[in-house]
């Protein structure tokens, strides 16, 4: 998914070349410390002629700038310069013809200067070379999680494709099934990177087409087999476990045992082997975590018969660690701690393709988790998936996990008492689709998120692949459709975990979700901010945040830095995104978008601002150096379809014929709506979520 330039002469350090259709990369040449730290010399900090697809190479070591224009052969332009001097010449802001490579030079009136030479070419997206199509697996025992992400392959060009494309996904498993928390088909997923789960046994053909705009650019397909659980586990290497001797709907040849002690049937647990708990029995359990095997699968935990979910009280310890176990699903189980004191999942390495489908836990310290040893002679975690979960009313955190090709999948998570609602510690390749989760800190109220998205600090990640080191930052993550509710102060916060941590997050989509101030159990922080990002590469589009019920102060997305080293966050680009509040609170400023002062090269573009009560409204505060904005409105009426239904997830936002947003906007890399309605419609674009 991604391509780096790699150093070549010592002392060197380059940054990845993490590409967004208009970016500016910087290459410094610094031995390892800031560039403040080595060279007071003033550099060029920004250089853009503000054009869609645009991409900036600034090699400060090398004096050199260059530019790359999307398919424009006009070389006549006029830049945009911020610098680091007292002065430059030639002056920004004037057009000059750049046929052939201009020199600039930038110095301080202390007498330090330094020379840049600017090239500019042309690129085509005409031939982008053939997508790359990556199966996590494609052969393995049902229910089967299988990670999908496409890449694209051109030696030529070192743009990654992530962020510009439309990724369309059939997993070609139609049985008709969509998720109760969103009602979107199951078969079928939009983005770079998706994930699927195989229920039914046999082969299934993944159709991938990739376009732009009406354009496709190519296609490809993977097969992926699945093996019927009934034969893989048939006869004896089924263990169904009864407190009684109801074996109702137990799979004929099956081994069975009566126990209302389950630490007798752990053992059973070994590769290849099923264990199938009656529906409607219950258990209790104590310091069961570490009693089952572990191995490299396949095993099942399940359930066998009708009716309600196999129910386990932990009365103490954890009821399953899943370190270093490999190839588990672990499904249709209901778990239960009234006392929040206990664990219901655990473990800190090893473990790999874990699937969580169809559980429900409440109660917990954490109500699901996992943690993570840096130690490289572990295996990488990797291929965890939570898919159609119910977790609830945990002591700290609702979910606390990380992996590699993580996917969480139409689950839901709400109420933590003291902390975050799901905290995702690192994802690199990860998509976290159509959840809905509220409810953070809601009897502390010291103020958690809903969401917290960071990764590893940059000390810990390893240099060796495979191993248990974290060798890779959070990126490449897709976070769409889905539902967030009230947590303050910061709902969705994507970025370090705290004003210290070194975590560079990278290449992030965040598209077609909803969040509602009121919607969920309130805490008692003032929600503040709906979506906070201190990340790079991060493009915000087709959302709607509603700030309406809750606290006096609000801005709809903010764009900040957080962290100790990290670099100023660039290259954030916000596309039609709808931010409504409502209520007259006098004398509050209120924000749809804010900008800090230390990011770069940001883009906002389409977004609609609706305000109605508000004395003080702003559409776009921007404080850093945003390369490009239009197109976005401030409109006190914006005449939505039902912005006002007492029943937030009933809100409709859609524009109503006669609304100022229609065919207002400029055109923009985004090509459908919060609906999947195809752009533009009518005359031009609709600024805000939705295209009429």
Known sequence: MRKKLLSIYAGAVILSLLSLPSCTIRLFNTDGETPEAVDKTPRIELFSFGLPGERVIINDSAGTIAVSLLDTAVLTQTPTILHTG???DPEAGEERDFSAPVSYRVWKDSGEERSYTVSVSAYSLANPGSVTLTASRTTGVGPLSVFFSASFSDPDDPAVWFHEYEFEWDFGDSSGETWATTGLSKNEATGPVAGHVYERPGSFT???????????????????????????????????VSPDSDFSGAPPGALRVVTDDLSSIAHYATAGIRILLRRGASWSVSDLGDQWPSNGGPVTIGAFGTGDSPFITVNEGTFLDIADKRDWRIMDLELRDDTKSHGVFGGNFGMQRILFLRVKTRGFVDGISWGHWNNANYRVIDQMAIVECDIAEAEENVGYVGSERLMILGSTFANAAQSHVLRVWQAYQGVISGNILSGSSVSSGSGRHALKLHGPDEVE?????????????????????????????????????????DERLAHIIFERNRYFADFGEPNGAEQLIGLRIAASYVTVRNNVIDGSGWGEY???????????????????????????????????????IRIRSDVRSSIVKNNLVSFPDCGRPTLLR??????????????????FANAGAATPRDRDFTLRSGSPGIDEGVEVPVYDDIQGNERPQGNGYDVGAGER
């Open 554 to 592: 609000f801005t709809g997305i903010e764009v900040t830095r957080d962290g100790g080293e990290i670099p100023d966050p660039r290259n954030v680009a916000i596309y039609n995104n709808t931010i409504y509040k409502s209520g007259n609170k006098e004398g509050e400023e209120w924000f749809g």
């Open 622 to 639: 921007d404080s850093g150096q945003t390369r490009s904005s239009g197109g976005n409105l401030l409109a006190p009426d914006a005449a």
């Open 86 to 88: 007292d002065g430059i």
């Open 461 to 501: 990640i390893g240099e060796e692949r495979n191993t248990g080191n974290l060798a890779n930052r959070t990126e490449y993550v897709v976070v769409s459709d889905n539902v967030f509710g009230s947590s303050g102060p910061w709902p969705v916060n994507i970025a370090p975990q705290n004003a210290a941590a």
């Open 206 to 240: 993944v159709n991938l087409t990739v376009r732009q705009g009406g354009t496709t650019i190519d296609t490809a397909s993977v097969t992926v087999t699945v093996d019927d659980p009934d034969t893989a586990y048939s006869g004896s290497k089924t263990v169904c």
